[in-house]
């Protein structure tokens, strides 16, 4: 029986997901698909509004639509599979469906580190030479950074899937990942891996070191002509323009470095700590990079208020009042409001979870249950109810509201928590009668 095993190719991989921590999957996909939905939001929010506001219909914004697609695609091939493992149980995936989505995936990783090349070059002709910049970045010469980034990605990761598809794969099928890792892959191979593991090794490190050497060469050249300003607001002013692309540097890189070495050199690294930085990686750089452009950027922060978020006209005889947010505090505002928007969307996910899962499962209709289900109702509301406006003061576009809105909301407010006491004292007596009186639970529940 053994034998006719080693001697048949496997035809489907076992992705395990993350190792050690099997019995958390369902939690650990909470923010997972938190993070892939505010990459499609985020970045969904950047392309149109480039796309429907003229004026940044600049090199510099076309490099962020590129960027921004980039990420969604990336998310996309990632994440899917991840939810399927940590919600659905849906470990095994074809043997040609894993090397594709190992293509996808370090295709893209390629792409993403050659187009913030191309933006450090923006900055760079931006800062460097600024009376020639319309001239060089013209949108031929942008079509063309794109395509060759593209290109080089699409070539350099194509030999990988071809040399995997020519090793033979009888016994081991476990992938100890979320996704369909190139090393993790060549691993499982009952042959001699040297020359997969060779060519995996020279692309990362070709790719690391020859784009860090020209996004290191760009900044290094922007820093001179900076520092040849004699004015002190025009170096501010120089190097705010490139803060948003050192940011997303910092963010894209460093954990995917850190995947790199410790998937090499790192023996003693725990396998869980391994995978979710790779996996963070991925998804990490893709939802923040919209949140950092979105801050950073005044011209798009300028314009998303705009576009979808218009100033509400009251009639002059209404009576408003102003909301300050914060006072003393205003400046860190933006800084707020991410945090802000991170729980609001874990409330407004996590509790949809809780009821869909009580409503779903019937041995969960139980009189605890029915009151976890009001407790999640009732704080969805009052999310609802708050931290809109919270979030409409710190992204400042939503400080003024109506005497009636206030008093609505107010009501509102104060009625939910009231609500949400009397949910807490049910549910204690919930608990003593199931431990003091279990007898009689059925009867009196």
Excluded at 140 to 149: A, I, P, R, Y
Excluded at 172 to 181: F, G, L, R, T
Aim: glycine share 4%; with cysteine; charged share 10%.
């Amino acid at each position: 029986m053994v034998e006719n095993v080693t001697h048949e190719h496997i035809a489907s991989f076992f992705l395990v997901g993350i190792p050690g921590l099997e019995n958390v999957h369902c939690w650990i996909g909470i923010p997972v698909c938190l993070l892939f939905v505010l990459t499609l939001l985020g970045n969904s929010i950047i392309i149109a509004t480039i796309k429907l506001e003229p004026s940044l219909h600049q090199p510099m914004y076309f490099f962020l639509c590129m960027l921004a697609t980039n990420d969604m695609c990336l998310a996309s091939s990632a994440a899917l599979k991840m939810l399927a493992i940590f919600w659905f149980d849906a470990h095994w995936i074809n043997f040609d469906a894993c090397l594709t989505q190992m293509y996808f995936i370090h295709t893209l990783c390629i792409m993403e580190s050659a187009i913030l090349v191309a933006m450090a070059f923006d900055r760079f002709v931006a800062i460097c030479v600024p009376l020639h910049y319309a001239s060089i970045l013209t949108t031929s010469m942008v079509t063309k950074l794109g395509l060759v980034g593209l290109i080089r990605g699409m070539l350099m990761v194509l030999p990988c899937p071809v040399l995997i598809k020519r090793l033979p794969y009888y016994t081991k099928y476990v992938i100890p990942h979320a996704y369909c890792e190139h090393m993790a892959v060549v691993k499982l191979a009952s042959g001699n891996t040297l020359i997969n593991r060779a060519y995996g090794i020279s692309v990362a490190l070709s790719v690391i070191t020859v784009d860090l050497g020209l996004i290191a060469t760009s900044y290094v050249k922007i820093l001179q002509s900076v520092f040849r300003l004699s004015s002190q607001n025009a170096r501010s002013k120089a190097l705010g323009t490139c803060a948003a692309h050192v940011c997303t540097i910092l963010v894209s890189y460093t954990p995917a470095l850190f995947s790199f070495l410790s998937h090499r050199i790192g023996k003693k690294v725990p396998p869980s700590v391994h995978i979710i930085f790779a996996s963070m990686y991925l998804l990490v750089p893709s939802a923040v990079n919209p949140v950092v452009y979105g801050v950073k950027t005044k011209q798009i922060r300028d314009r998303v208020i705009d576009l979808f978020f218009t100033h509400k006209k009251f009639p002059e005889n209404m009576s408003i009042f102003v909301l300050t947010g914060f006072p003393g505090l205003e400046v860190y505002f933006v800084l707020f409001a991410i945090p802000f928007s991170v729980i609001y969307a874990m409330v407004f996910l996590g509790n949809c979870m809780i009821l869909h899962v009580i409503r779903t499962e019937p041995s969960l209709h139980q009189p605890m249950f029915y009151f976890l289900a009001m407790l999640a109702l009732t704080d969805l509301c009052m999310g609802l109810s708050t931290v809109h406006t919270v979030l409409g003061i710190l992204w400042g576009f939503l400080q003024e509201i109506s005497l009636d809105a206030c008093i609505a909301q107010s009501y509102f407010i104060h009625g939910l928590s009231c609500m949400e006491s009397s949910v807490l004292l049910a549910m204690s007596f919930d608990r003593y009668i199931a431990i003091c009186n279990p007898l009689r639970y059925s009867s009196i529940l």
